[in-house]
C-alpha cells in the first residue's frame, strides 16, 4: 500500500537536496539517506521506491556509502536533516530502473 505522506516528504527533500534519516518497519536502528528519486518499482508498479545514496546505516557502521533503494511504504520514523548534499550528476532518469514511471527527482 502507498504511503503517499512518506512519498510527499522525501520528493520535498530530493526538492531542497536534504538528506533523510529513518528507520525500516521492524528495525531498530536508522539510516540516512540522500534521495535522488521517488518512482514506481520496475517489478511491481503498485510498489514505490527511492533510490538515492545510503550514507549511514547504524547497524554497520563501517559500511561505506552506496546507492540503494527502499520501499517507500516501509519507512518509518523518518525525519528531513537540516543540511544539504550534493547531488550525484551520474544519477539518469532515463535509466531502465525508472520504466515504470518517476514521482519526483533531483532536478539538475
Known sequence: MRNQTNEL????AIKDYQPIRFR???ELHYREFNPHAVYYSPKDSSKVLAWGRQ???ESEPLKQ?????????????MSVLDREFK???N????AKEFRNGIICAINR
Do not use: G, M, W
Not at 516528504?9 to 520535498?12: A, D, E, P, Q, S
Not at 556509502?65 to 520514523?77: A, G, M, Q, T
Open 91 to 94: 544519477f539518469t532518469i532515463t
Open 9 to 12: 516528504t522525501i520528493c520535498n
Open 55 to 57: 550514507t549511514k546505516d
Open 65 to 77: 556509502p552506496d546507492f540503494r533503494r527502499f520501499e517507500v511504504s516501509l519507512i518509518v520514523n
Open 87 to 89: 547531488p550525484d550528476y
Open 24 to 26: 525500516y518497519k521492524d
